[in-house]
């Protein structure tokens, strides 16, 4: 867009596509179902149950990752949305509107109110954003440098010294969670249910962590009536017992089942397998402050030696995909896709990881360094085991001794890395987005994917470089070259694509995935059919 232009957004007028989001891996979601329905027809009372590995940290959505899952299953929503197409939509705004490079105008929906009942005006989503500002670092990441401004009860202004072209993607993100800072009070309050005040078609009415949540329809909800009067989700961290909740029939909505599972659900007669091709890939973070990977030479090495293609057959089961390179699951990025690690060499693995001192000696199937082993430890969750396993064969190959732990727990996983006692780990991250504050967030000195806080002038320059461009074209191409960087310094080294496998009954009507499955699931023309 050339700067001076004005650009509106009007809901149920238009959307605004971005870049090329709509092709690729997120256009396969695109026919697979509306996500409301003008007309209701009659509401169905039956209770939806879910079943996850996990859910949200806590009721208050500026603790870990709750934003994000308190917007999965439609208890949250934000000022805008990001559509399954990848364009931005008005949620709780009514439009958006560019005024000049380095503002933007958004209004409000007239008669939107908090559970609670209290207005949805513009003091109290300033009062919301600031809150998210102040308490989550990602947020604070995303609003860098931006001023909001309330001009009257239903109008916003977002303004900023430097160019602000990417805004809207920013109010879509799922850490701008709008609720009710006044309730929340100015600490993070997770667990007080009377406290928990947000706008979503369901109302949380029962919360025991890491455990099941219950939900109810909002009876005082803006948009369109809920069919469904009661979500009943469950916790279940092992990928086998939520296969069997699956066939069993006792839940009617099971998310991330394991692959190897895939093909027995897929033969059921009364649930139905649904793959989504997450805008995700999964990786293994490797932690520079160890000295097996303080030299890149053998961060690079481990990216050669693994075969991508052997992952997905053997881990997968063949439901994913290679991704050689960081961006290079990204439809925005297709260039990507020819960057970085794009085959097996074992031959160049062995030469880097001589040259960085690690040496094989007789008799020893396992590389040493002034006597010291290659040694570390890969940490997996959730259903990431068989990736754990099948990447500890591949770096044998080459003379490392890799042991594996882990746990389908989450937990399990945060708290290690909270006491900085890992070596390594697998992880799933998406790049979808303003790609300054995506980009920054996992190789920016302060960002914090950045997990093992590796620190690369040359990386800083290049991020930096977005405040001069405002042209998207300019933004991408700058983007490639941040990954082009990656490939060379291997903070984390790209595996895989993430593709989620969710059960789901055949009673359940106007299933409609997301290429963001942790962001949006539940909605409210969702129900399950007699």
């Not at 979601?29 to 939806?48: D, F, I, K, S």
């Not at 939107?112 to 998210?132: N, Q």
Request: net charge negative; glycine share 8%; no cysteine.
């Amino acid at each position: 867009m050339r700067p001076g232009a004005s650009s509106r957004v009007d809901a149920g007028i238009g959307r605004r596509a971005l870049g090329r989001a709509g092709v690729g891996a997120f256009g396969l979601l695109a026919g697979l179902g509306p996500r409301l329905t003008a007309a209701q027809a009659e509401v169905v009372e039956e209770e939806l149950r879910m079943v996850t590995p996990r859910t949200f940290d806590g009721l208050d959505p500026t603790h870990g990752f709750s934003a994000s899952r308190l917007r999965q299953v439609g208890a949250a929503e934000g000022l805008l949305r990001i559509t399954r197409q990848g364009g931005i939509e008005p949620e709780l705004a009514s439009s958006y509107e560019m005024l000049d490079p380095t503002m933007w105008r958004v209004e409000l929906r007239p008669d939107v109110t908090f559970w609670s009942g209290r207005p949805v005006d513009a003091l109290a989503v300033v009062e919301s954003l600031e809150r998210a500002r102040a308490l989550v670092p990602f947020a604070a990441t995303l609003l860098a440098g931006v001023q909001i401004e309330r001009i009257d009860d239903r109008t916003l202004h977002f303004w900023s010294e430097q160019p602000i072209p990417s805004l809207p993607t920013t109010l879509a993100g799922e850490w701008l969670v709008i609720h009710n800072a006044e309730s929340y009070g100015p600490e993070v309050n997770s667990f007080d249910l009377a406290a928990a005040d947000l706008t979503g078609p369901f109302r949380i009415t029962a919360f025991e962590p890491a455990v099941r949540v219950f939900l109810e329809r909002n009876p005082t909800y803006w948009g369109v009536r809920p069919r469904t009067a009661r979500i009943h989700l469950d916790v279940i961290p092992d990928p086998d017992a939520r296969t069997l909740a699956a066939l069993s029939g006792e839940a009617h909505l099971v998310q991330l089942v394991n692959p190897a599972s895939a093909r027995q659900i897929e033969r059921s007669r009364t649930t139905r397998l649904v793959p989504i091709p997450a805008d995700s890939i999964v990786s293994a973070y490797v932690n520079p402050e160890r000295p097996q990977f303080s030299d890149v030479r053998v961060r690079q090495a481990l990216a050669w030696a693994v075969d991508r293609e052997e992952l997905v057959a053997l881990a997968h089961d063949g439901w994913s995909a290679p991704v050689p390179s960081w961006l290079g699951n990204d439809p925005n990025y297709p260039e990507a896709r020819r960057v970085g690690y794009t085959r097996q060499d074992l031959a160049r693995a062995a030469q880097l990881l001589d040259e960085a001192g690690w040496r094989l000696t007789a008799g020893s199937s396992v590389r040493a360094k002034d006597g010291v082993p290659l040694k570390f430890r890969l940490l997996w969750m959730l259903t990431y085991r068989p990736l754990a396993e099948v990447l500890q064969e591949q770096w044998r190959r080459i003379g490392a001794d890799v042991e594996v732990q882990g746990s389908p727990d989450v937990a399990f996983l945060r708290a290690r890395r909270a006491e900085g006692n890992w070596d390594a780990f697998l992880e799933g991250w998406g790049t979808f987005g303003d790609p300054a504050a995506v980009l920054s967030r996992h190789v920016g000195a302060t960002g914090d994917i950045n997990y093992g806080k590796l620190v690369d002038p040359v990386t800083e320059e290049l991020l930096a470089g977005f405040v001069d461009l405002t042209d998207p074209e300019d933004r991408r191409q700058q983007a490639l070259r941040i990954n082009e960087r990656h490939a060379e310094l291997v903070p984390f080294i790209p595996l895989t694509q993430f593709l989620q496998l969710n059960a789901v009954s055949r009673r359940l009507r106007n299933y409609d995935p997301h290429f963001l499955p942790w962001v949006y699931e539940v909605h409210p023309d969702l129900w399950v059919s007699a």
